[in-house]
């Protein structure tokens, strides 16, 4: 069996998280649709610029390894997209459905944060200095979206959803 090393693991993760990007491109303007906050589906509309810029950023990796840029199935996304995509259609209509899709959102963000945030470790460990400086900039992104999710579930989504419970 051959010897794996932090380099073999680094390009497969970060494969790994081209494949999870790409995917999530494509998810983001049917969840913008989905909204039915402003508020949300511009926040979907932004981060879906946010998430190309992102793409860009890997593609720069790879072509500082000296690698074709290509993905790698991530199981894990595609389990988290998928149940974004059962939250849009069993709460549509439904008070709830921006606060199930922020929720949707945030699983989405927290791993390519847990992502992000490995990669920039190991970048810097390998002595990629450039390669670091792009993942830390996207990881930066990442927190903000989150934050910003967080701040639309407290100050109207998750009221709306709660609210319209105690009115029936």
């Not at 949300?40 to 990796?61: M, N, S, V, W």
């Not at 991530?74 to 069993?90: V, W």
Request: net charge negative.
């Amino acid at each position: 069996m051959v010897s794996k090393t932090l380099d073999d693991l680094f390009l497969d993760t970060l494969k790994d998280i081209y494949y999870a990007e790409r995917k999530i491109l494509k998810a983001l303007p049917k969840m913008a649709r989905g909204a039915t906050s402003p508020e949300l589906k511009a926040a979907f509309e932004k981060h879906r610029d946010e998430t190309q810029g992102q793409i860009e950023r890997l593609q720069q990796i790879f072509e500082l390894l000296g690698k074709r840029a290509v993905g790698k199935t991530c199981a894990a996304i595609e389990g988290i997209l998928e149940e974004g995509e059962d939250i849009l259609e069993e709460y549509k209509g439904s008070p709830a459905l921006d606060a199930g899709l922020i929720s949707s959102a945030q699983a989405v963000e927290h791993y390519k944060m847990a992502r992000y945030g490995t990669l920039h470790r190991w970048a810097q460990d390998l002595g990629m200095s450039e390669a670091a400086k792009l993942l830390a900039e996207t990881l930066e992104e990442e927190k903000s979206t989150d934050k910003a999710l967080t701040g639309l579930a407290d100050t109207s989504a998750n009221a709306k959803a709660k609210a319209k419970k105690a009115a029936a």
